[in-house]
Nanobody, 122 residues
Framework: AQLVESGGRLVQAGGSLRLSCAASGRTFSNYAMGWFRQAPGKEREFVAAIKYIGGTTAYTDSVKGRFTISRDYAKNTVYLQMNSLEAEDTAVYYC????????????????WGQGTQVTVSS
């Protein structure tokens, strides 16, 4: 099973990006999908997650109202729409998967992508 992120790039503060995470090697329809990020010198932190079914989502407080997580079961892909980006959002963003339910602890996730760099210039 493999997760591959894409969509990260340099963007100005106030701009938008959409990250994608394409899953392959197995179906992830029974998996909760999460996005985490890690800035230089900081620990990996939870950003958003979506439950395996039903659309239940969770967000860290700093991105609520700005980021939206969604998934396309047919494409086996999860997205992170990021609006009103701030310099503090600069980090490597990782996609992750775990069975069934959302978790905010990165140790609870079984599969990880390689990450995609998001840089927000102020």
């Amino acid at each position: 099973a493999q997760l591959v992120e894409s969509g990260g790039r340099l963007v100005q503060a106030g701009g938008s990006l959409r990250l994608s995470c394409a899953a392959s090697g197995r179906t992830f329809s029974n998996y909760a999908m999460g996005w985490f990020r890690q800035a230089p010198g900081k620990e990996r932190e939870f950003v958003a997650a979506i439950k395996y079914i039903g659309g239940t989502t969770a967000y860290t407080d700093s991105v609520k109202g700005r980021f939206t997580i969604s998934r396309d079961y047919a494409k086996n892909t999860v997205y992170l729409q990021m609006n009103s980006l701030e310099a503090e959002d600069t980090a490597v963003y990782y996609c992750a998967a775990r069975v069934w339910y959302i978790a905010q602890n990165h140790a609870a996730y079984d599969y990880w992508g390689q990450g995609t760099q998001v840089t927000v210039s102020s």
